[in-house]
C-alpha cells in the first residue's frame, strides 16, 4: 500500500516562505513521478509542480520561479519549497504518486494521495 503524508504547512505573511515536506512509501515511488497539487477554497485542484524518473521538472506559470520542487530519495521524501508567497497561494498543498515514469500536471495521471497539509498567506 502507498502512504504519502504531508508536513510543514503553515501561516506565513506575504513574501514569507514555507517548505513542505512528503514522506513517501514504498521507497519505489519516490523515484517515480511525484507532484505537488493545491486547492484552495472554492475552486478545483490544480497541479504545482512535478518531477519525473529522470529528474524532469515541471511547474505551474503562477508559480515558477519561486517554487522549487525536490526529492531526497535516500530519505524518500519529496520537497516544494515555497518562496515570495501570495495570497492567492493559499489552499490546501497535496503531495501525490503517479505510476507513470512520465509526469504531468494533471489530477488523472496520480493514482496516490497524501491527506493534505494547510497553507495560509496572509497580506
Known amino acids: 500500500q502507498v502512504h504519502l503524508v504531508e508536513s510543514g504547512g503553515g501561516s506565513v505573511q506575504a513574501g514569507g516562505s514555507l517548505k513542505l515536506s512528503c514522506a513517501v512509501s514504498?521507497?519505489?515511488?519516490?523515484?517515480?513521478?511525484v507532484g505537488w497539487f493545491r486547492q484552495a477554497p472554492g475552486k478545483e485542484r490544480e497541479g504545482v509542480a512535478s518531477i519525473d524518473s529522470d529528474g524532469t521538472i515541471g511547474y505551474e506559470e503562477s508559480v515558477k520561479g519561486r517554487f522549487t520542487i525536490s526529492r531526497d530519495s535516500a530519505r524518500n521524501t519529496l520537497y516544494l519549497e515555497m518562496n515570495l508567497l501570495k495570497p492567492e497561494d493559499t489552499a490546501s498543498y497535496y503531495c501525490a504518486a503517479s505510476t507513470y515514469s512520465w509526469c504531468s500536471l494533471n489530477e488523472p495521471d496520480y493514482a496516490y494521495w497524501g491527506q493534505g497539509t494547510q497553507v495560509t498567506v496572509s497580506s
Open positions: 514504498p521507497a519505489t515511488y519516490t523515484s517515480g513521478c
